[in-house]
């Protein structure tokens, strides 16, 4: 018997779904032009009768784009901080969030007593997708409570009743060890931190002499857990029972899909509070949910006071997987495929970075470890005519005549399946960088060390 953080909403059947979200953005249209400046300058233009009845009547409100956001946050004064899409006073604001900043100039965003209350009860539905319950021990390695997986993801696992023990900040091995004295049962952690884990977790075994408790591990954070060979190397080196994927966006809701007993694609969990539309990224068309699909995730906050957004690009893609599941669920089921901000174009035609890490990872499986990296000249490069650099990590130890035969192996089949050619260089095991937030699979040559601000170790 399946259960469910929202029994009702999570199996009511989708089209009712967007139906009831539809009739919340309706109510809140015209006091969002009021509230915000943002919306009163993008939403100009409506009728103060407009009523969206439907997933479809979205596609008559203007898209929200991040640059939309930077210029609103450009406008912040003492009495709004947070620029024009402000939407509530300063003494309603209880607390700040920061983007990573991976991508630029660091985003803000604020949230009220029930902004906070909505992430929590939102997030706790993520994490109850994934498998936590309220008797598990997590470890949250986040080491940055500002980002929106710091606290919020906190206050999610708080709301669901499990044991937070947040460990983030502190050094990797301090961090293992805590983790077998705490008798931590689930980790919240990139996929590449899950894959050092999965290394180094025997020998902290024996250190301490304490079994291990853990059976859990949600990946967030970076996609990649889609992965079949991935999954194999984490789960079989942690001896895990559960292995989920999570993601959300922390300009909208820091989680919002979590994979379901499954693990075969995330679910919408964010229903009660956030409508999710799918479009096509070039024409912005709103797509229908149907298996299959990709397209672009476009969010709408119909319950955020403090920094609401309407129709907002994530320049996410993604494939719908199902829109029918086993567990019961009716949200749709889909996989990351990329993000714009990642995805280059060689001699014209776009390529996502994943799709090279994901031939790659799984042709050579075994000969080559589940991580990869790719170099830009500059921050503001996309389009490459020549080559791309790529680095791999050898799984075993090779000799120059070996390694080289495996590059030239790994850039044929790269060239013969997605027509892009490139450099291979491969590293020993452990040469790319594995950090417990965000990890760029695009690293660039004339920056800062490739280990970046959000590989806090
Ligand atoms: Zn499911």
């Known amino acids: 018997m399946a259960e469910y953080w929202n029994a009702e909403l999570e199996t009511m059947p989708w089209v009712d779904v967007e139906r009831w979200q539809a009739e919340q953005v309706t109510a809140m249209l015209v006091a969002l032009r009021q509230r915000s400046r943002l919306y009163a300058r993008l939403h100009a233009a409506l009728r103060d009768d407009l009523a969206v009845r439907s997933a479809a009547d979205l596609a008559a409100l203007p898209f929200t ?3 939309d956001l930077r210029i609103a946050q450009q406008a912040a004064s003492d ?8 939407a509530v006073t300063r003494a309603d604001l209880v607390q700040a969030i920061s983007s990573s900043g991976t991508t630029g100039q660091p985003l803000y965003y604020g949230l009220s007593a029930r902004d906070v209350e909505v992430f929590a009860d939102a997030v706790a539905n993520v994490w ?3 498998g936590i319950r309220s008797d598990d021990v997590v470890a949250h390695l986040v080491g940055l409570p500002m980002v929106a997986g710091g606290l919020p993801y906190a206050d999610g696992f708080r709301r669901l009743g499990a044991t937070l023990c947040w460990l983030g900040g502190f050094p990797t091995e301090r961090i293992l060890r805590e983790m077998r004295h705490l008798r931590v049962t689930a980790l919240l952690a990139t996929t590449s931190f899950a894959l050092h884990l999965a290394e180094q977790w025997d020998a902290v075994g024996s250190e301490t002499g304490i079994v291990s408790c853990l059976r859990k591990v949600i990946g967030g954070g970076e996609p990649g857990l889609a992965q079949p060979a991935l999954r194999r190397r984490i789960a079989g080196g942690l001896a895990l029972t559960h292995l989920r994927e999570t ?5 909208v809701m820091p989680s919002m899909w979590g994979e379901c007993e499954a693990e075969a694609g995330m679910h919408f969990n964010a229903q009660r509070y956030v409508m999710v539309e799918l479009v096509d990224p070039d024409s912005g068309a ?6 299959g699909t990709t397209g672009e995730l476009v969010y709408t906050t119909f319950a955020r006071d403090a920094t609401p957004v309407v129709r907002y690009r994530s320049r996410d893609h993604a494939e719908v997987i199902a829109m029918r ?5 009716t949200s749709p089921r889909i996989r990351c495929i990329g993000r714009t901000d990642d995805m280059l174009i060689y001699k014209g035609m776009n390529v996502f970075p994943t799709a090279i890490r994901d031939l790659v990872t799984a042709r050579f499986a075994g000969r080559v470890e589940p991580l990869l ?5 500059s921050a503001g490069q996309v389009r490459f005519d020549g080559a791309i650099a790529v680095d791999v990590e050898a799984s075993a130890p090779l000799d120059d005549a070996q390694r080289a035969a495996l590059a030239r192996g790994i850039e044929a089949a790269v060239r013969t399946q997605l027509q892009v050619r490139v450099a291979v260089t491969v590293l020993d095991r452990g040469g790319l960088p594995r950090g417990v937030y965000k990890n760029a699979i695009v690293a660039v040559r ?3 060390p490739a280990a970046g601000k959000d590989s806090k170790r």
């Open 65 to 67: 784009l991040k640059d």
């Open 79 to 86: 009495a709004a901080p947070l620029g024009d899409n402000q």
């Open 128 to 130: 109850f997708t994934a």
């Open 247 to 251: 993601m959300g966006l922390g300009d």
């Open 286 to 291: 709103t797509l229908p949910w149907r298996d």
């Open 325 to 329: 599941c086993a567990c019961g669920r």
């Open 373 to 377: 990296r790719l170099w830009k000249e």
């Open 446 to 448: 004339d920056a800062a």
